[in-house]
Structures are given as structure tokens and as C-alpha cells.
């Protein structure tokens, strides 16, 4: 039995587009805060604990989070550095095969940790500024935007581990690769 007997079909494209369309996961991660936020408002869902809201510490928590952001952002910028090493065949190759969903990719991971920081700073303003709530829904911003870009870090720094780079590009397949190509051609079938 293998990955593709128990995932539904639907979900692997699903999958494939939030990989390849970076922005659409972070579209997606908007609208699950703005969904939590109506659910909050009309019907009995949880929130961050009102003691954490209402704290005259809040704004510390918020700006620690940043700090936390910058350190998820700092390690994209070595996977996106790493990415761009010249003088590797296998890298040049992936580069050149990945296309613009890779250089979306690579983007997102530099820019997404540079807006969810400004979002947890916003939102240690609002807590400062005397609006606790405003500010617990933009701090819940701010965290499903990192939590979105570590799994994509992880994701990507993954595929790269996974690249031999002593072996010459043509004989280069990884595992996810040959997983996706043999998904494929069953979808075919």
C-alpha cells in the first residue's frame, strides 16, 4: 500500500496547487482567520485566552513573536541561498525545470516572514494602543502566515536535502519526484 492508495485523488491536486501557487496559500490562510473570526462572532468558538488578550503584557508577547518570525525568515534566506548556488549541474536543472512556481516559491519564503513581522508588530501597536481584541486577531494573523512559510521552508529545504548533487543532473531523482511521476500516471490510467 503506498501514499497514493489513501489519499483521494482530489487531495493530491489540492496539495499540488498550494505547492505550485504560493499566494494561494497565503490567500488561504487569510481566509481561515477571517472564517475563524466569524465563527468567533456568531457561534461559540475559541479565541486566544482572554488573559493573554487583556494582559498589560500582550504587546511583549506580540513583538516576541516577530523576533520568532525573523529567526523562520532568516533561515528561508539560507534555503533560497542555498537554492541559488551556481556551479552545480543538479541545481541549475531544477532551477531551469522548476520554473515560475519555484521562483514563487522562493519568494514566498523570503517575503511571507517579512509580512507576517510587520503584522506581529501591528499587532503589539494595537495592544499598546489600547485595542486587545483588533490586536489578538491580527497577532492570529500573524502566526498562521508563519506557520504557512515554515511548512514551505520545510517542504522545499526537504527537496533540496534530497538532491544528490555529486551525481550529474540526468541521473538525478528524488523519491518525491518518482512519487509524484508514478501518481501521475495513474491519474492517466
Known amino acids: 500500500m503506498t501514499l497514493a492508495d489513501v489519499v483521494p485523488p482530489w487531495q493530491s ?14 490567500v488561504l490562510a487569510g481566509a481561515l482567520v477571517a472564517a475563524h473570526y466569524v465563527a468567533h462572532r456568531w457561534w461559540i468558538v ?8 487583556e494582559s ?6 506580540y513583538a516576541g513573536c516577530a523576533g520568532l518570525v525573523a529567526l523562520v525568515g532568516s533561515f528561508s534566506g539560507v ?15 531544477a532551477r531551469r525545470r522548476g520554473g515560475p512556481e519555484l521562483r514563487a516559491n522562493w519568494v514566498t519564503l523570503v517575503s511571507t516572514p517579512l509580512l507576517a513581522a510587520g503584522i506581529l508588530v501591528l499587532a503589539a ?15 492570529e494573523m500573524g502566526i498562521v502566515l508563519t506557520i504557512v512559510v515554515a511548512l514551505r521552508l520545510v517542504w522545499i529545504f ?3 536535502v534530497n538532491m544528490d548533487l ?24
Do not use: C, I
Not at 13 to 26: E, N, S, W
Open 158 to 160: 526537504r527537496r533540496l
Open 13 to 26: 491536486d489540492v496539495m499540488r496547487a498550494l505547492k505550485d501557487h504560493p499566494r494561494l496559500a497565503t
Open 166 to 189: 555529486d551525481k550529474p543532473a540526468r541521473k538525478q531523482a528524488s523519491g518525491l519526484a518518482l512519487v509524484e511521476k508514478a501518481q501521475a500516471r495513474q491519474r492517466r490510467a
Open 56 to 61: 498589560s503584557n500582550a504587546w511583549s508577547y
Open 46 to 53: 475559541p479565541r486566544l485566552p482572554d488573559e493573554m488578550l
Open 79 to 93: 534555503v533560497v541561498v542555498f537554492g541559488l548556488t551556481p556551479g552545480n549541474s543538479v541545481l541549475k536543472r
Open 125 to 139: 501597536g494595537m495592544a499598546l494602543a489600547g485595542k486587545p481584541v483588533a490586536a489578538g486577531w491580527t497577532f
